[in-house]
Every structure is written in C-alpha cells, then in structure tokens.
C-alpha cells in the first residue's frame, strides 16, 4: 500500500461541475475506463463542507464527513447499509439493480489512514478520499499505475466554490458542463416528479418550481463566465453536453487534449467502477453500452412534459437574464398566465408563485448575486426545498 500511497499523493485533481442535470453523472461515467483518470463512484460534498467546516476542520474531517448520513455521498463507500440504502433507492427511480463493488471497511480505514499520515487539508480530504477508493476496489487498483487525475463531480458546488479551491490547490482543473436549459429543466422535473410519492412539484428556496430552476440556470452561467474569467480557459474548461451528444468524437478529441491525457474510445460507453453504468438522464442502452444519442431531441420531451403556461413563464426568465444565446418565446399577456396554476404544483408552490408575481409585473428576475452569496453561505437549496 505504500507504493500505492506514494502515487496517490503526485496525482491532480479534476472537478467535474454544472447545474443538477447537466450531465456531469454521465460525464464521470465516460472518464470511468480512461486508464489516467479514478472516477469518484458517487456525488461528494468535500468542497462546501471544508468551507462551512473550516474552523474545525481537523475534527470534522475525520468525523462526520465520513461517518454521518447526511453529510455527503462519501458517506455511503464507508459504510455498507448507506450502501444498500442506496441501491434500493435508486432501484425505485431508475428500476434498475445498482451495485457498487467496494470493501467499505477498506474504504474508511485508508481513508483515516492517508489523513494521519499527510495531515488535513482541503487537498489531503481529495487524496485520502483517492486512496480509499484505489485500495477498496480492485477496478481502480487495476489502473493505479497510470493515473494521473483523481476525477470528482458534484454539481454546483463545484463552481460555487472553484476560485477558492484553485488558490489552495494551484495544480487542480475543472469541467463545466453547460446544458440547454431547456432540456435540463426536463430532466429535473421528471427525476423529481419520479421521486415524489404525490407526483408533485413542491417550491425552491421560497420561489415556485420554474423559478427556481431559472435561478440556478442563472447562476450557474454567471459562475461559469467568472471562473472562467479567473482561472483561464485552460483550468477552467466549459463542456457543452448537447454538443457532445450530437458529436462526441470531436468534443472528447478536444478534452483530452486540454487535459493532456491520451485519446481512447471507452467514453462511448459509460461505466461506473468498471461496470455498464446508468448516467441520469442519459441512459446507456442496455445491452450495447452506448449513449442514447436520442436525447439530443430533448426540446421535444419539454414540449410533452410542460404546460404551455409553464413554458411563459420559464421563458420570461431565461430571456430576461440575457445570458442565453436562444430567445425564447414569452407572451405580453403574461403577469395575466402567472397567475394560472401549472401542472403538478402543491398549494406551496403556488402560493411561492403569487406571492413573487411582482417579479413578473415589474420585468424582474430573482438576484442571481445574492442568490450566490446565499449558497455559499449554505442557506440554500438546489433541487430541495428551503
């Protein structure tokens, strides 16, 4: 484990960020059998709870970060009930059997281990989260050799906090996956709706659904010009998913590029650990492996899954914040079409809806500065309610 120990520690850092449902599950899942990258199986919140955490770092790190249900999905590979929690979860969203091929008590063992060892760091948190994937499943270990990135992805987060996590770690990159609004909308109200034993739609962060999602749509843009902005072009890459759907040679070619990493063709196929993966909102065909290069066509499952009150209204938003290349189609009547119930919301969604109708009356949008601030203060939600 030494030797192991010895090359965990010389390998960069790769963030995988983007908006929930802008692909970057899939993303991860294409990077899975690329022999230079170890893919974190599951999402993580090691940036943003270092950050809350800061002051008692040391004590939290070895603590509730890898021990309490709640803290993030590191959590799981630690302990073998999250585990099959998990798996029964994910059962009932996708009907699809979820296994993950981790010995959990190597996993918290060594990942104690690499933090008594080199000490607690934002960095050392990544490289002992590193380690204890390489040594509690043999997929990873079989590569150890010729990695070169420990690959992270947890949406929003990632870019919230990307300008603070390149300070302390110089060498670290990140992908931004940018989606068309419209398709990730979709994707996120049908993962809700599949979760949601009401099939209801209940508010975000006291803003109606479609605002809500508008929001972080916002943000997440404005964050992806600013890191950009910060960091180069060359640290800071911003990866279209509808282009890389419709053309995924070219796109990978020039990813790998920029990352310095060697071209393969495993990115057709999407693994996790090794094995045939599900990827979100694109699922890997069944027997093939391959992307279903069906959802390109997504536009057309919005049409179907929204009402056209609901298309207004999101339309308003995204139009009004001037950061998206498309216009979309609004109405002149439509403070009047705000005040109409959309499809599938609760009595709290709507009642989110009226009472910010006077963002529409006077042509506003929700603050996406503020909205920032508040995030990264964590008193907000991204896909729940708050």
């Known amino acids: 484990m030494k030797e192991i120990l010895e090359k965990v520690k010389k390998l960069d850092l790769l963030f995988i960020a983007g908006a929930p449902r802008s692909g970057t599950t899939l993303l991860l899942n294409q990077f899975d059998s690329h022999p230079e990258f170890a893919c974190f199986p599951l999402e993580h919140k090691t940036i943003e709870k270092y950050f809350w955490n800061v002051d008692g770092i040391e004590t939290y790190a070895k603590g509730d970060f890898i021990n309490k249900k709640g803290e993030g999905q590191q959590v799981i590979l630690a302990n073998e009930d999250y585990i099959s929690q998990y798996a029964e979860r994910m059962m009932k969203i996708y009907g699809k059997i979820f296994t993950l091929d981790i010995d959990t008590v190597a996993f918290k063992k060594n990942y104690l281990y690499y933090l008594e060892e080199e000490g607690v760091s934002l960095n050392n948190m990544f490289h002992a989260l590193g380690y204890a994937l390489i040594c509690s499943n043999d997929f990873t270990r079989s590569k150890y050799t010729t990695l070169k990135y420990l690959v992270f992805k947890q949406p929003f987060y990632t870019e919230l906090f990307a300008v603070e996590v390149f300070r302390l770690i110089p060498n670290s990159k990140f992908i931004h996956v940018i989606r068309d609004p419209l398709s990730r909308y979709i994707s996120a109200k049908t993962r809700r709706l599949k979760e949601s ?69 495993s990115f057709k196929k999407p693994t996790r650990l090794g094995e045939l993966a599900m990827a979100g909102s694109v699922m890997a065909k069944a027997k093939s492996g391959e992307i279903d290069h069906t959802s390109k066509d997504r536009n057309l499952h919005y049409l179907k899954g929204t009402t056209w009150n609901e298309r207004k209204v999101h339309a308003y938003y995204l139009n009004k914040s001037k950061l998206f290349k498309e216009k979309y189609q609004s109405s002149i009547f439509l403070p009047i079409i705000y005040l109409i119930p959309c499809k599938n919301s609760t009595w709290k969604n709507l009642l989110f809806q009226y009472f910010h109708w006077y963002n529409i009356v006077f042509r506003r949008v929700p603050n996406s500065k503020k909205f920032i601030l508040k995030a990264k203060a964590g008193n907000l939600s991204i896909s729940g309610n708050v």
Request: hydrophobic share 40%; no cysteine; proline share 1%.
């Open 197 to 265: 034993p009401s099939n209801k739609l209940n508010h975000i962060n006291r803003l109606n659904y479609i605002e809500g999602h508008a929001i972080v749509d916002i943000s997440t843009r404005v964050l992806a010009r600013d890191n950009t902005k910060a960091m180069g072009i060359n640290n800071y890459i911003t990866f279209s998913f509808d282009e890389m759907v419709s053309n995924m040679e070219v796109s990978f070619k020039t990813i790998f590029k920029k990352l310095k990493v060697q071209e393969v063709e």
